[in-house]
């Protein structure tokens, strides 16, 4: 890692495939980040587990991400790209951190209020210490700064209690992190109810534009998307009164780099027939080569293995360092 630079850190689920909402929302601006960080991208799959997966589906999604994340741009040579369950340091610290964390606090979380609804069968430990894993994750590379959609701030604000918390009774253990939520982090919404963020675990496989979509498919859900009924069907920018169009051409501006005036310049008197096609093209060219490039990696297992095992050894130098102190600070003998 170079001196000097600040530290990131960040993370994604391997909990369901990669969607236009990951690649917009994190993975683009990550890869921008990186030159400028020392950053560290993670596959939190110990967090997925706190909804229930099918073993041979998580796995064979981890090494798929793997594989997005290099074809996206990663450099894994610059960046420390590993897979959370692979450095131990994190369920040690999370377990830790779970003694400075009070049972209010976690209570209070909107995730956690939204998660116990959806999977009202499955309401796990897990899902209510899962903000106490994710500072874990934060907390153990000493990050600055940590991108996140707007979702995850209050997770951002809660490591940064945690972490005051145990520097008021033991000195400066943690460096406090800033959440980032990026620019271009735009929030993208489903394609049949705007209204919701488009998510990796949404049961509308229409709402939802995966990253390894077939063109086809991708073609298909644009000219599918749901705009309004506004008999001018005009393409202009207000996202209160018509919020399928706004997240269209949101859409078409990140993928583009066009702003949203030359956007309405573009489509002026042409209406959502012309436009939704459009905004479907540029997402199957923005996709095309990240694509073609996972599908070219995920025919080398070993490499990609290699990757994770490169990032996990050196994810844990950095993490073990934090935990030593950690565990000599709280009173545990030494090993
Ligand atoms: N909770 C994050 C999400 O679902 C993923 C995550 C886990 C994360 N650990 C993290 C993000 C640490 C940033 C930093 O999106």
Not at 37 to 52: P, Q
Not at 135 to 146: H, M, T
Not at 207 to 226: H, N, S
């Amino acid at each position: 890692m170079e001196q000097g630079k600040k530290t990131i850190l960040s993370g994604i689920q391997p909990s369901g495939d990669l969607t236009l909402g990951s690649y917009l929302g994190a993975l683009k601006s990550w890869v921008e980040l990186s030159e400028e960080y020392n950053c560290y991208y993670m596959l939190a799959d110990l967090h997925s587990i706190t909804v229930r997966q099918v073993p041979a589906d998580l796995r064979r999604r981890t090494l798929t991400q793997v594989a997005v994340y290099v074809a996206a741009g990663l450099d894994p040579e610059k960046n420390v790209l590993f897979v959370q369950s692979h450095v131990p340091a994190h369920a040690e610290l999370a377990w830790v951190l779970n003694c400075y964390t009070m049972f209010g606090e976690l209570s209070r979380m909107t995730q956690f209020k939204d998660k116990s609804a959806k999977n009202a069968e499955n309401i796990n430990a897990g899902l209510f210490t899962y903000p106490v894993l994710m500072a874990a994750d934060i907390l153990l590379y000493q990050a600055d700064l940590v991108p996140v959609g707007a979702d995850q701030k209050q997770h951002v604000e809660i490591c940064r209690d945690i972490a005051t918390r145990f520097n008021g009774i033991y000195g400066d253990v943690f460096r406090l992190p800033e959440p980032f939520i990026p620019r271009s982090g735009a929030r993208i919404m489903s394609l049949t109810s705007p209204e919701h963020k488009m998510s990796k675990s949404d049961t509308d496989p229409n709402g939802c534009v995966y990253l390894l979509d077939k063109p086809e498919d991708i073609m298909r859900k644009f000219k599918k998307a749901v705009t309004d009924s506004d008999t001018e069907r005009c393409v202009h920018y207000d996202p209160a009164a018509k919020p399928g169009v706004a997240n269209l051409m949101t859409i078409y501006s990140v993928a583009t780099g066009k702003s949203l005036d030359e956007i309405e310049a573009e489509f002026s008197g042409l209406g959502y027939g012309a436009f939704k096609p459009r905004v479907g093209e540029a997402v199957v060219e923005l996709f095309r080569p990240i694509r073609e490039e996972t599908d070219r990696l995920l025919q080398d297992k070993a490499y990609l293995e290699g990757i994770c095992r490169a990032g996990a050894e050196k994810a844990s130098c950095a993490a073990e360092r934090t935990l030593r102190k950690v565990y000599k600070k709280v009173g545990f003998a030494a090993r």
